[in-house]
């Protein structure tokens, strides 16, 4: 028994004495904040006001599509006792065309403006991870985390590149 706990134990104590030298490599850590990223990167600002643009004119569509459907509505309602039955019914079909519509051009133009949201942060996000390999391969980094990921509670500064993930970024961007 003594020696079977010896074969055990010799063994283990050679592994970790053993392990120090090897866990002492060089190993470079460093951190991304992407919310940080977001807020000071100037292309990613321009993007973002691209997208904003973009959703605004959506917004100014979809307003006057509904202006005219309360515009028609408010018509129906004032006219509605005095146009004859047939004409009524013409009215109504019309009105709930137009709602129809209305309905279907909320939804399509909500669906553009998702689908262009999702293409951008699809395209930041690429071009991000690629200056950010970059910088790991030139600087000799062995891992970089995002500042936001899970389980991530305390950081210190000293390992945060999201300065130079930035420049980087603006400077490939511009």
Known sequence: ????VKGIIAPLALLVFL????????????????????????????IRGELKGKFEALQQKLEEEKQALMKLEEDFRKQSMMLSLGARDDKRNE???????????????????KDAERDATRRVLQELEDVV???????????????????MIHVDDSINITDRVTQAYDRANQ
Do not use: W
């Open 133 to 151: 390999t970059d910088i790991a391969e030139k600087e000799g980094f062995t891992l970089i985390l995002e500042r936001n990921s899970p389980g």
């Open 19 to 46: 392990a120090g030298p090897v866990c002492a490599a060089d190993v470079k850590i460093g951190v991304v904040d992407v919310k940080e990223f977001q807020k000071k990167s100037t292309t990613f600002q321009k």
């Open 1 to 4: 028994m003594i020696r079977f």
């Open 95 to 113: 009105l709930e065309k137009k709602r129809r519509y209305y309905k279907y051009l909320y939804e399509d133009l909500s669906e553009q403006m």
